[in-house]
């Protein structure tokens, strides 16, 4: 069985979901962000600037600088509320509506009487946002923050910045915490670019998409349907009796994970198909996929379930036996 966003109808499109301009504490306009995004070949970004009183709680609006090849998607980087270390809370909701209410955070120190991290991530999830929790091991989140914001998508598990100048960009274990607690979540690599020194271009999403439009993309988003990279690509996952196949860009090491300290991996030079026996892991609630190339850069799969897999399975068996001249499922 293909796994999504593989077996998906449409093409791919490369974008990067965490950026900032000069319209909060970026160093450049948001008409270059974006011309430095479309020549370095993205399809797509979301400009996410900080959503503070200081700068009128801008949701800055990129819609000018779209074209037949390059889109936009509108959000911002949320703050209200502390964190159980006491700082304001750090939250990215792409695919806000141009008119969401502020909350009352006149800058980047909690005050009272404003909502809480879980609240505001709740309200952008309403307006129709895909929100994720932003660079965790920067953010110094503990899992009981983690935990509090339900109405998460995603954790960026790869933020470009934080890991460049404060080596802090990582939100991985974080993500298998929770996924190992029930949560269905995905992850996303982002960059987190203030064009003040050298932080784009680092990690970025892959979304599955029928067309390169706001609203093609945002439902990919929510639907999972999209893998994150440093550069090496992902051109399939199937999950066949207890195995995972993979095909990739060449790669040295290709990884499936599971909960706790359990994973597996097949290494070799110049890789571009794997194929892991799972052994013990294909009883494991989740897996994910991690491909790493020769000079060290990490392309991620989404989690997936495999009782999900088989219960897609059965029900595929149980309509071809029903009907024989029905088509065979997707290989």
Not at 267 to 277: D, H, M, P, R, V
Request: hydrophobic share 40%; proline share 8%.
């Amino acid at each position: 069985m293909q796994l999504p966003p593989f077996d998906t109808p449409g093409r791919f499109f490369r974008g990067n979901l965490h950026t900032h301009s000069d319209m909060t504490d970026g160093a450049l306009p948001p008409q270059e962000v974006c011309r430095r995004y479309k020549a370095e070949g993205y399809d797509f970004i979301a400009l996410t600037d900080h959503f503070v009183g200081r700068w009128n709680y801008p949701i800055t609006d990129t819609t000018p600088y779209r074209d037949e090849n390059f889109t936009t998607l509108l959000g911002a980087e949320l703050h209200s509320g502390a964190q159980e270390n006491g700082a304001l809370w750090h939250l990215l909701a792409v695919g806000l509506p141009a008119d969401f209410e502020p909350s009352h955070s006149p800058d980047f120190q909690p005050v009272l009487g404003q909502e809480t991290g879980p609240e505001i991530a709740e309200r952008a999830r309403k307006a129709g946002a895909f929100v994720a929790l932003a660079h965790p091991q920067w953010s110094g989140l503990t899992m009981a923050d983690a935990r509090s914001i339900t109405a998460a998508h995603a954790v960026e598990i790869y933020n470009h910045e934080s890991h460049s100048f404060a080596d802090r960009g990582t939100g991985m274990p974080t993500l298998d915490l929770l996924l190992s607690e029930g949560r269905r979540l995905t992850l996303i690599a982002t960059d987190d670019a203030h064009f003040k020194a050298p932080d784009a271009f680092g990690g970025w999403v892959m979304v599955k998409a029928r067309e390169n439009t706001p609203e093609a993309l945002l439902d990919a988003l929510k639907a999972g349907l999209f893998y994150s990279s440093q550069g090496p690509e992902i051109h399939g996952i199937w999950y066949e009796n207890g195995r995972v196949r993979v095909k990739c860009s060449a790669a040295t090491t290709v990884i499936v994970q599971a909960p706790g300290n359990a994973s597996t991996m097949v290494t070799g030079s110049s890789l571009t198909e794997a194929t892991i026996a799972l052994g013990q892991l294909a009883q494991s609630p989740w897996l994910r996929v991690t491909v790493i190339d020769r000079a060290g850069k990490r392309a991620w799969s989404n989690p997936f379930w495999p009782a999900d897999l088989a219960d897609q399975a059965n029900l595929a068996d149980q309509a071809q036996a029903s009907d024989p001249d029905a088509p065979p499922p997707r290989p």
